[in-house]
């Protein structure tokens, strides 16, 4: 088994517990409050729009929307997934009790920061926010190359470019560098392109061990030249995207791009998963990655959705689909759930779908935009709050023990 398929089964001995479940793991917290907090910056972006809300940030609004959802929602995710997965790649024993409760007060009090406090002391919303990815970094990065793990070094150094990318976003806020737009380009580019590492190894493996369950001799391929070729290309498509690259370039690399992770994906069987919604949804996010590179190149080169829409099927689509896909998975997995998908699990992955669907129509519609992006935002933050009503007694009780 590998270390990511590992990170879906991990058990741990049972003893005497000297903190709650919630800090067994760092999927639990991390999990739970990324879930809340991306429908609750939404809706305070939403509200912002019309001046019901002002938000006492050092980001500009239209800063600050993008920011905390990368940044902070996504980046919260990120977090639960690799203090999970890290530990089974390595051997090494998870964060957990006071450390884990340490960490996850730094990210909350980085989101209050940015919220809350950066209008009247910017300096420390920034050093919470920053030193929260700094503080990320130094921990997977050490046990990668303590364990001498060198398959996912890149994973660590993707964690560093995130980081970077919030230093530079809180640069920008503080008024010390025009860093903004870089920012958001190198934080969205690093979470695509671990979409398209990490994706590329649990889409194959789910499937293949569920094929198998179910006696299906047809299998995904197994990584090869392609899955090289794809990554590559991928990465620097990003690269060059991020540095600045004209449109004239970047739009025909991300429309290949669309195409190759098309030709990657139609070789993992994700049509014969149709029966297990878990695996399923796992080919929709990857999906959203073919769909979105396609779309936002086409946009670059004036055809079809404007690019601001167009990223859209990107952060929403790609990074909603997926990162519900892997809560929602690892969060039944890690704590000696069954693997099934029942209705509640299926409605969420229903309305983030919905919600990416609504938020690339918004522009072609016959309704004010802001009613629109409420309706959308409405469907995709949904999700994530009922993956919290659904979740969270799971998430918050002791794992299921063989027999227990």
């Known amino acids: 088994m590998s270390g990511v398929q590992a990170a879906a089964?991990?058990?741990?001995?049972?003893?005497d517990r000297l903190y709650p479940p919630v800090l067994d793991n760092g999927f639990r917290p991390f999990f739970l409050g990324a879930a809340l907090w991306l429908p609750l910056s939404l809706a305070f972006w939403l509200a912002s729009l019309d001046g019901r809300v002002a938000l006492a940030s050092h980001f500009e609004p239209a800063a600050w929307h993008p920011h905390e959802a990368l940044f902070g929602g996504v980046g919260g995710i990120v977090t639960g997934f690799l203090l999970t997965a890290v530990p089974n790649w390595t051997g090494s024993l998870p964060v957990r009790g006071r450390p884990l409760l340490l960490l996850?007060?730094?990210?909350?009090?980085?989101?209050?920061?940015?919220?809350?406090l950066g209008a009247f002391a910017p300096l420390p919303a920034a050093l919470f926010d920053s030193g929260f990815f700094v503080l990320l970094s130094l921990l997977v990065g050490r046990e990668i190359l303590r364990g001498r793990n060198w398959r996912n070094l890149p994973v660590a150094v993707l964690?560093?470019?995130?980081?970077?990318?919030?230093?530079?976003?809180q640069l920008d806020a503080?008024?010390?560098?025009?860093?903004?737009?870089?920012?958001?380009?190198?934080?969205?580019?690093?979470?695509?392109?671990?979409?398209?590492?990490?994706?590329?190894r649990i889409l194959p493996s789910f499937t293949r061990n569920w094929l198998a369950c179910?006696?299906?001799?047809?299998?995904?391929?197994?990584?090869?030249?392609?899955?090289?070729?794809v990554l590559l290309?991928?990465?620097?498509?990003?690269?060059?995207?991020?540095?600045?690259?004209p449109d004239s370039l970047s739009g025909p690399l991300f429309l290949a791009s669309g195409f190759l992770h098309l030709a990657r994906m139609v070789r993992w069987q994700g049509h014969r998963t149709f029966s297990e919604p878990l695996v399923t949804v796992l080919h929709a996010g990857y999906a959203w990655l073919a769909v979105g590179a396609s779309l936002y190149g086409l946009a670059l080169g004036g055809i079809g959705l404007d690019p601001a829409t167009a990223l859209h099927a990107f952060t929403t689509g790609a990074i909603g689909t997926m990162t519900l896909a892997v809560m929602t998975r690892a969060s039944l997995g890690h704590t000696g759930r069954p693997l099934a998908a029942d209705a509640a699990t299926v409605a969420i992955y229903l309305l983030a779908t919905a919600g990416t669907i609504l938020r690339l129509?918004?522009?072609?519609?016959?309704?004010?935009?802001?009613a629109g992006l409420a309706v959308a935002a409405l469907a995709w933050g949904g999700a994530y709050l009922l993956f919290v009503v659904r979740y969270a007694p799971i998430l918050m009780r002791p794992r299921i023990t063989t027999g227990g």
């Open 9 to 15: 089964h991990a058990s741990h001995p049972t003893r």
């Open 104 to 116: 996850f007060l730094l990210w909350v009090a980085a989101r209050l920061g940015n919220s809350l």
């Open 159 to 169: 964690v560093v470019l995130l980081a970077t990318g919030d230093l530079l976003s």
């Open 174 to 200: 503080l008024g010390w560098a025009a860093t903004g737009a870089t920012a958001r380009r190198l934080g969205l580019a690093t979470v695509l392109l671990l979409i398209a590492l990490i994706g590329g």
């Open 214 to 229: 179910m006696g299906i001799a047809s299998l995904p391929a197994p990584f090869g030249r392609l899955d090289r070729a």
């Open 233 to 245: 290309v991928w990465a620097a498509t990003l690269a060059l995207w991020v540095a600045g690259a």
């Open 361 to 370: 129509l918004v522009p072609l519609l016959p309704v004010a935009p802001v």
